[in-house]
């Protein structure tokens, strides 16, 4: 992997489960989606100048360098399922995010998550996100400050069945 990797931990909830005992697909839909949205709007990633990784500010996340107004709509998505998923009281998923291509005004998140660190992925999912601008209704072409936060994430995409998405 060539820039970083953004981690974290998704804790599954009892209303995650279907009848059949485990995370139901759709819920771990509603997982990846938390741990994205933790990724690119709240986590303490360090994108502001002069801030730091850990320091306490919150609200950063990878898009911090994005302008009011504009938003990141979901094009797309792609999800492989290799492994059942388990609920385990007070065990999160293990959840990886990095960036695995920025085009003019989009960019897709490659995603891995795990039931337990020393298991292979559970699920494997690519994501890509349209940068919108709200008030002209139309898609907002990425600054070199956004892609600059973006690529510092930069991967290869994740290996799906049948090709990338």
């Not at 938390?34 to 990724?39: G, T």
């Not at 986590?43 to 950063?60: Q, Y």
């Amino acid at each position: 992997m060539a820039g970083e990797v953004f981690e974290c931990e998704i804790q599954a909830r009892l209303r995650d489960v279907n009848l059949g005992g485990h995370v139901d697909n759709v819920e771990a839909m509603r997982i990846i989606d938390e741990a994205r949205v933790l990724f690119l709007r709240f986590a303490e990633l360090g994108t502001r100048d002069g801030v730091e990784p850990g320091t306490g500010i919150e609200g950063t996340g990878l898009l911090d360098p994005v302008p009011s107004g504009v938003v990141e709509l979901m094009g797309s998505q792609r999800v492989d399922y290799h492994a059942e998923m388990r609920f385990t009281p007070f065990r999160p998923f293990l959840v990886r995010l990095w960036i695995s291509h920025v085009g003019r005004s989009s960019f897709a998140v490659s995603t891995e998550m795990r039931t337990d660190a020393a298991h292979p992925p559970a699920l494997l999912a690519e994501s890509t996100l349209v940068l919108w601008e709200t008030a002209e209704a139309s898609s907002w072409p990425i600054d070199d400050d956004v892609r600059a936060a973006l690529e510092r994430y930069a991967g290869p995409p994740v290996a799906l069945r049948g090709g990338r998405a």
